[in-house]
């Protein structure tokens, strides 16, 4: 479970500094912001965020696929596995099987 605790604000210049208690450091000279658009939290992480599930369901429903779309990509898929190099890997020949 995360823990919580209160960080000090100090406003100076136009620029915010966020003080962490002690124990709650950071390596390094910068981190990575995100403000949640919701509810306009923001974290601090070691490392750029990562697109969460979330994230893929809005650009989803932002980029609906048609059904002639859909079309496309199944014959796609059959030429491809039509003409798949053949491979010793069961892992790899399963992946192209069709579904009995």
Do not use: C
């Not at 100090?10 to 962490?20: A, F």
Request: aromatic share 8%.
């Amino acid at each position: 479970m995360a823990e919580t605790r209160k960080a000090k604000l100090i406003h100076h210049d136009g620029t915010l500094t966020v003080v962490l208690p002690e124990d709650f450091g950071l390596e390094g000279d910068e981190v990575y912001v995100t403000r949640d658009a919701e509810s306009g939290d923001v974290t601090l992480s070691r490392q750029p965020r990562r697109n969460s599930l979330a994230d893929f369901i809005a650009f989803r429903d932002a980029h609906p696929v048609s059904d002639e779309d859909w079309d496309v990509f199944d014959v796609a898929l059959q030429e491809a596995r039509e003409n798949a190099v053949p491979s010793d890997d069961r892992r790899i020949q399963d992946l192209f099987r069709d579904e009995e």
